[in-house]
């Protein structure tokens, strides 16, 4: 079973960073995009980032140069890492997988899998 694995969240002072990390025992995401989403108190859940099976990617405007996803080598983690963190950051972060088989392109499709979340929790 396709089951994601985040860790890596906290709670930081306004400034910080932190790095998210996502692993999916058993499966390397040769076939899959990835994307990490978060979901604040009272509001959906969005997208935060995503990488293709190519390794280009997307990002939410709003994070557009603090936040970077990326992928070791064996694309068998998936990374986060979050820098000049803000209070309004602050949200249950997911990691995502979409299965990608060859010639897909993801768009708007929902993901396949979800992690349960990790908390980020941004202090003033």
């Known amino acids: 079973q396709v089951q994601p694995v985040e860790s890596g969240g906290g709670s930081v002072q306004a400034g910080e960073s932190l790095r998210l990390s996502c692993t999916v025992p058993?499966?390397?995401?040769?076939?899959?995009?990835m994307g990490w989403f978060r979901q604040a108190p009272g509001k959906e859940r969005e997208e935060v980032e995503r990488?293709?099976?190519?390794?280009?990617?997307s990002h939410a405007y709003t994070v557009k140069g603090r936040f970077y996803i990326s992928t070791d080598n064996a694309k068998r983690n998936l990374y986060l890492q979050m820098n000049s963190l803000k209070p309004e950051v602050t949200a249950m972060y997911y990691c995502?997988?979409?299965?990608?088989?060859?010639?897909?392109?993801?768009?708007?499709?929902?993901?396949?899998?979800w992690g349960h979340g990790t908390q980020v929790t941004v202090s003033s």
């Open positions: 990488i293709y099976k190519d390794g280009t990617t």
């Open positions: 058993g499966y390397s995401f040769s076939t899959y995009c």
């Open positions: 995502a997988a979409k299965y990608c088989p060859r010639d897909f392109r993801w768009n708007t499709e929902a993901p396949d899998y």
